[in-house]
C-alpha cells in the first residue's frame, strides 16, 4: 500500500515515509511514497533525517531538544497552526447583527416622527422587515459604536419621512449647486476703452487683456501687489481692435487675433514668436492663398495639441495653422450659406475634446465640420440659429460636449442639444448686445450658464446673467460695475468670474471660502514701498601704521563724510558760478543766460535814457557837441553840400481852405 509522505513548512523539515500526518501539514503539498522505499533512502544517505523521525523511544528528548533550540533561534512560532475561520457562523452572526440594528433604527424613526406629529393623528402601522426581505450586510460593525452613529439603510416605505426636513435638504443642495463666488471683488484697469480680449492661462497665474484702442497687457497675479499693474504691455497691431486673446493648452503660447489680416504668437512673457502670413487678395480661390485677405474676427487653441490654432476670417474662411509652419496655414475651411454662397464666419470654437471644428456665421447658420475627416461636408448645420445680418457674438461648447450654447447679436441666449440640432432647448429672449465679442460660458459644474448685456437707453449698469442650465430660469442677476459687460471667464481651478467691461476695466468676482489663489493673492498684499536711493560708499582701508601723509582718515559715519564732500566744489560737481558784469570764457554774467539776455539787461541799462521831462530838450542838448564834433551825417555831405538845406516851412493855411500840396492840379 502507498503512503502519502507531507512536507512540513513550519519546522523546517519534511517527512516522506511517514503515515502519521505532522503538526500543521494540512495544507501542505504531499508526494506519494512506499515506506520501505523511504527508510531504504533514509539509511543509505550520511546526512541523517531532517524533522522528527518515526522512533517512538526517541521522540520526547528529541522534541524537547528541538523546542530550546527554537527558542534560541528565534523562529519558534514558524510552525503554529493557521487560524481557522467558520466562514457560514460569521455570515449568519453577522445577518443577524443587521436585522437587529435595522430594526431598532426603525422603531427610533418611528418614535420621533411621532413626536412631530402629536395632535395630528397616529402613524400608520409601520411593517417590520422580515429575515427574508432584509438585505445581508457585507460588513460588520464593531460593537462599540453608538447606535446614533450608525447609518442603516433606507426607511420602508410605510414610513413618511418629515416634509421639512426633505424640503431643507434640496434647498442646500439647490444653494450649494447654485452657489457663486461673487462675494468680493478685484478691478484692474486696462484702460479707457472696452476690453473686447481676455484669456487666463490653465494654471491660473496669469491673465493677458486686449481692448478696441490696440493695446495688450499681461497680468501676473502672482507677482502683483495692491497697485495691480500689469507687467507687460505692447500693441501688436497699430490701428486694428484685439478681438480675441487665447492660451494654448500648456499656457507656454498666447494666440493674439486683432482686427487685421494676421495673427500673432505670444510666448508666456509676451515676446513675439512669429505672425502668419498675409494671402494673396487677388486671387479668386481662397483655397489657393497662404493665409486671410481680411479682417480677423476671432482664434482659439486646439484644447488638446498645443501646436494648433484655428481663425475665423471676413473672406468667407476658417483656416488651421500649426506653430511649426506659420508660413501657409494647415487646412483651409469654407463657410457656406443656404444658396451655396461664402458667408462669413463671426466666431469660431473648438468641442471640449478638440473633435469637431465650429463657427457661427452672419447669415445666422452654425456649422461644424469633424477634425479627423476632410473639411468638405459640413457636419452639423444649423440653419437659421439666430436672425439673418446680426453677428452671432458668442459659440461656446458645454463640459460633457453635448451641450453648447450661443449668443446672438439678436439679443438671444440658446442653448443646444448637438444631438438633435433641429431646433433649440431653450431660448432666452430680451439680452441687449452691441459688441461682437460678448460671448457665454458654462459653469464649471456644468449646471449654470452665463452671458452679459450692454447698457441700453436708461440704464446705468451691465449685468451678469446666471442661468439654470436644466430649469432654463435666471438664478441671480447681478449688476457689475457702470458699464457694458462684454467678455466673461469663468475659471474652474480658481473658481473665479474675470469680467471684461466697456470702461477699460477688468473686474474679477471671487470668494475667499470657495476661490482659491489668483485674485486671492493680490488682495492679500500691501503695496510696496519705493526703495529710496542709497549712497554708496566705498570700502575704506584700514592703515594703522601708514605715514601721515597716506593714512587715511577713519569716519564713523557717512553723514559727516556728506558734509565734508558737499562743501568740496570739486567732489560735489558745483557747477560754475556766474561771473561779474564783463564775463569771460563763454560765461555771462548774473544778468542773463543768453547774449541776447546779456545785451539787453546790462548794455541797455548802462546807456539808459531817463524819460524825465520833455525828449525834445534831451535831444537838443547834444545839438552843440554835434555841431563841433560831427561824427554820422555831417561829414558825408561835406563836399557835395557844405551849406545844409532845409525845408522852408509852409505858411499857416486858413480855416476853410486846402493847403497847397492837395490842390488839384491844372
Not at 496655414?329 to 468641442?351: E, F, S
Request: hydrophobic share 30%; aromatic share 6%; with cysteine.
Amino acid at each position: 500500500m502507498m503512503n502519502r509522505g507531507k512536507i512540513s513548512f513550519g519546522k523546517i523539515g519534511f517527512n516522506l515515509g511517514g503515515s502519521k500526518a505532522t503538526e500543521g501539514a494540512s495544507t501542505t503539498p504531499t508526494l506519494p511514497r512506499n515506506d520501505d522505499v523511504a527508510k531504504s533512502t533514509v539509511a543509505s544517505s550520511g546526512f541523517g533525517t531532517f524533522g522528527k523521525t518515526s522512533d517512538e523511544n526517541t521522540s520526547e528528548p528529541k522534541e524537547a531538544e528541538q523546542g530550546d533550540m527554537e527558542t534560541v533561534m528565534g523562529f519558534s512560532g514558524f510552525g503554529k497552526k493557521a487560524r481557522e475561520f467558520n466562514l457560514d457562523a460569521l455570515v449568519d452572526e453577522t445577518r443577524k447583527s443587521a436585522i437587529d440594528r435595522n430594526r431598532e433604527n426603525i422603531e427610533k424613526l418611528k418614535l420621533k416622527a411621532s413626536e412631530q406629529e402629536q395632535g395630528e393623528g397616529s402613524l400608520p402601522a409601520v411593517p417590520v422587515l422580515s429575515d427574508a426581505q432584509t438585505p445581508e450586510a457585507n460588513k460588520s460593525e464593531s460593537d462599540n459604536d453608538d447606535d446614533d452613529d450608525f447609518i442603516g439603510p433606507r426607511p420602508p416605505p410605510g414610513l413618511d419621512v418629515p416634509r421639512a426636513s426633505a424640503e431643507s435638504e434640496s434647498e442646500s443642495e439647490d444653494e450649494e449647486q447654485h452657489k457663486l463666488p461673487i462675494t468680493h471683488e478685484l478691478v484692474l484697469e486696462h484702460g479707457t476703452k472696452t476690453v473686447s480680449a481676455l484669456a487666463v492661462d490653465p494654471s491660473g497665474t496669469r491673465l493677458v487683456s486686449g481692448d478696441v484702442s490696440y493695446d495688450v497687457k499681461y497680468w501676473d497675479f502672482q507677482g502683483m501687489d495692491q497697485s495691480k499693474e500689469a507687467f507687460r504691455s505692447f500693441c501688436p497691431a497699430d490701428g486694428y481692435p484685439v478681438n480675441s486673446v487665447d492660451y494654448s493648452s500648456t499656457g507656454d503660447k498666447v494666440l493674439v487675433v486683432s482686427g487685421s489680416q494676421q495673427a500673432k504668437v505670444y510666448d508666456r512673457d509676451g515676446i513675439e514668436l512669429f505672425e502668419c502670413v498675409r494671402g494673396d487678395m487677388y486671387l479668386h480661390d481662397m483655397a489657393r492663398t497662404k493665409g486671410h485677405i481680411a479682417g480677423l474676427t476671432c482664434g482659439v487653441w486646439h484644447p488638446r495639441d498645443k501646436e494648433e490654432f484655428l481663425t475665423s476670417c471676413r473672406d468667407g474662411t476658417c483656416r488651421l495653422w500649426h506653430t511649426s509652419q506659420p508660413g501657409s496655414q494647415k487646412n483651409v475651411i469654407k463657410a457656406r450659406a443656404m444658396n451655396g454662397l461664402k458667408t462669413n464666419p463671426t466666431t469660431c470654437a473648438y468641442n471640449r475634446d478638440g473633435m469637431l471644428v465650429a463657427c457661427a456665421c452672419d447669415d445666422g447658420s452654425i456649422q461644424m465640420w469633424d477634425h479627423r475627416k476632410s473639411f468638405v461636408n459640413v457636419a452639423v448645420n444649423v440653419k437659421n440659429a439666430h436672425d439673418k445680418g446680426s453677428d452671432t457674438s458668442g459659440l461656446t461648447f458645454a463640459y460633457d460636449n453635448k451641450g453648447f450654447a450661443t449668443r446672438g447679436g439678436d439679443d438671444t441666449l440658446k442653448l443646444w442639444d448637438i444631438r438633435n440640432t433641429k431646433a433649440a432647448i431653450h431660448t432666452k429672449n430680451g439680452l441687449f448686445n452691441r459688441f461682437p465679442m460678448t460671448n457665454c460660458v458654462f459653469s464649471p459644474n456644468d449646471q449654470m450658464l452665463i452671458t452679459g448685456t450692454s447698457l441700453s437707453k436708461g440704464e446705468t449698469s451691465g449685468k451678469l446673467h446666471v442661468i439654470d442650465r436644466n430649469a432654463w430660469e435666471t438664478v441671480r442677476e447681478l449688476e457689475v460695475g457702470p458699464s457694458h459687460v462684454v467678455k466673461i471667464i469663468w475659471h474652474p481651478r480658481l473658481n473665479q468670474l474675470m469680467i471684461g467691461c466697456g470702461d477699460g476695466s477688468v473686474r474679477i468676482l471671487y470668494d475667499p471660502k470657495l476661490s482659491r489663489n489668483g485674485a486671492v493673492l493680490v488682495a492679500g498684499r500691501h503695496k510696496k514701498r519705493s526703495k529710496q536711493a542709497e549712497v554708496v560708499v566705498s570700502q575704506q582701508v584700514i592703515t594703522p601704521h601708514a605715514l601721515p601723509m597716506f593714512r587715511e582718515e577713519r569716519h564713523k559715519s557717512t553723514r559727516k563724510l556728506e558734509e565734508r564732500d558737499r562743501k568740496d566744489p570739486v567732489r560735489s560737481r558745483q557747477p560754475d558760478l556766474p561771473v561779474g558784469k564783463a564775463g569771460s570764457g563763454g560765461r555771462v554774467s548774473a544778468g542773463g543766460s543768453t547774449l541776447s539776455s546779456y545785451i539787453i539787461r546790462n548794455m541797455g541799462l548802462r546807456n539808459k535814457v531817463h524819460e524825465e521831462g520833455d525828449p525834445r530838450e534831451a535831444l537838443l542838448k547834444y545839438a552843440k557837441e554835434a555841431e563841433e564834433n560831427p561824427y554820422w551825417v555831417t561829414p558825408a555831405y561835406k563836399r557835395n553840400q557844405p551849406q545844409p538845406i532845409f525845408q522852408e516851412t509852409e505858411p499857416a493855411v486858413k480855416e476853410g481852405e486846402e493847403p497847397a500840396t492837395k490842390k488839384a492840379k491844372h
